[in-house]
Nanobody, 115 residues
Framework: QVQLVESGGGLVQAGGSLRLSCAAS????????MGWYRQAPGQQRELVAT???????NYADSVKGRFTISRGNAKNTVYLQMNSLNSEDTAVYYC?????????WGQGTQVTVSS
């Protein structure tokens, strides 16, 4: 079993920055990819960014160049540095961890960008 806890969400003005953190606990040895997804009201959950244990990253086109995903040295934490935020980034952000058996999701953290 894996548990994921996000932190760092909140309210920020357009053009500002925010850093999200996610800490995994439990059977963390089984995790390879981690990442972030987001869901706005009335929309499907969409990929924001992912990162493997080896450091390979993947970003949604909408955040490329503005967001940076990184992994802690122990590989059981993941961060999302969000810069140049705009109103379209407003969503609930969910931490993701993938294992061979199943995927895990955090409870979500709200990011609201005001203009």
């Amino acid at each position: 079993q894996v548990q994921l806890v996000e932190s760092g969400g909140g309210l920020v003005q357009a053009g500002g920055s925010l850093r999200l953190s996610c800490a995994a606990s439990g059977s963390t040895f089984s995790i390879n990819p981690m990442g972030w997804y987001r869901q706005a009201p009335g929309q499907q959950r969409e990929l924001v960014a992912t990162i493997t244990r080896g450091g390979n990253t993947n970003y949604a086109d909408s955040v490329k160049g503005r967001f940076t995903i990184s992994r802690g040295n122990a590989k059981n934490t993941v961060y999302l540095q969000m810069n140049s935020l705009n109103s379209e980034d407003t969503a609930v952000y969910y931490c993701y961890a993938g294992t061979y058996v199943r995927n895990y999701w955090g409870q979500g953290t709200q990011v609201t960008v005001s203009s």
